[in-house]
């Protein structure tokens, strides 16, 4: 049977190495999801729509400060509500002031408060931390000529807990060029499932956006559900330009995950990230980290 595993994460701003895991949401950490019973009823959308109907009800609150309090979440940084249902507490907003952006035009900020992994340019052959053909861009983005653009260019695969801010946030000023839906399935997407199953991100429902930023060029975007996340809501409207740190969109309730291609020599990652991707670690950054540099 497939084994929950700890997964390795460097904190940046704490500066340490932890295991992340959490034993209430054991089926998130599976290494070998189609091995999994349990995986395999939960990936199913119907156990996603259930799962949702019983959160957004009033009994579901009890949950929540037993799991605040479990999880040593800091509940000063958000906004102060009365939360009706663990869905409305699931999606919990910062309070104004509480993550910034770069200010300067050159640095991209973390558009998600989550685990990252990145590449100054991903290859195919590649094994660890995740096998390079994991993130095929055609595959991802839907489309060959959709991939054409992005082909040595960096690549960015972000992983969202449970725990975590479930909001997506702009990383820059621009337009959404394009858009689809695509994908059915909600397999989990850490780094020892893929490992084992690399086409998970291949079938799992997601949401692709090209977006054209302004200091960044074009950017595939690919918000990928994953285990009781099928509900990818765009918030802000895809025929309007956008601002940088402005909120984008809304995971609803569980794990997720992003995948992020940028053109060749447009931007790079951060070294840090790089370095902890070559070690096989993710880097937990807050909401409007640094992440990369402009390089033209």
């Known amino acids: 049977m497939s084994k929950p595993l700890p997964l390795p994460v460097w904190d940046r701003k704490a500066g340490e190495l932890v295991q992340d895991f959490m034993d209430d949401s054991r089926s998130t950490y599976e290494s070998r999801p189609r091995r999994s019973l349990t995986q395999w009823l939960q990936s199913h959308p119907m156990y996603d729509w259930l ?23 800091d509940i000063s940084e958000f906004e102060p509500v009365s939360y009706r249902s663990y869905a409305e507490f699931f999606e919990r907003r910062f309070r104004p002031g509480a993550r910034s952006f770069p200010e300067s035009a050159d640095e ?8 990252y992994f990145a590449w100054e340019q991903l290859l195919e052959d590649q094994q660890f931390p995740i096998k390079g053909h994991s ?15 992005f082909i040595g260019g960096s690549v960015l695969l972000v992983r969202l807990a449970p725990v975590d801010y479930h909001h997506v946030h702009y990383s820059d000023d621009g337009t959404t060029l394009e858009q689809e839906r695509l994908g059915d399935r909600l397999w989990t997407v850490n780094r020892n499932a893929l490992q ?10 997601r949401n692709m956006n090209i977006l054209l930023t302004r200091n960044f060029g074009r950017i595939g975007f690919v918000e990928i559900g994953a285990l009781s996340v099928g509900r990818i ?17 809304i995971f609803r309730f569980g794990g997720s995950a992003i995948a992020v291609f940028g053109e060749p020599g447009a931007w790079r990652p951060a070294d840090d990230l790089l370095e902890k991707t070559n070690a096989g670690t993710e880097t937990f950054l807050r909401l409007g980290e640094p992440l990369a540099k402009r390089l033209r």
């Open 108 to 115: 991209m900020g973390a558009f998600a408060e989550a685990r």
């Open 196 to 205: 084992n199953q690399p086409d998970i991100l291949f079938r799992n429902e």
């Open 135 to 149: 993130l095929n861009a055609r595959q991802l983005l839907g489309a060959e000529d959709r991939a054409k653009p």
């Open 233 to 249: 809501v765009q918030v802000h409207p895809l025929d309007k330009p956008f601002r940088r740190g402005a909120e984008k969109s």
């Open 51 to 73: 799962l949702a109907a019983y959160q957004n009800t009033s009994l579901s609150a009890r949950k929540i400060e037993p799991f605040i309090r479990k999880h040593g979440i």
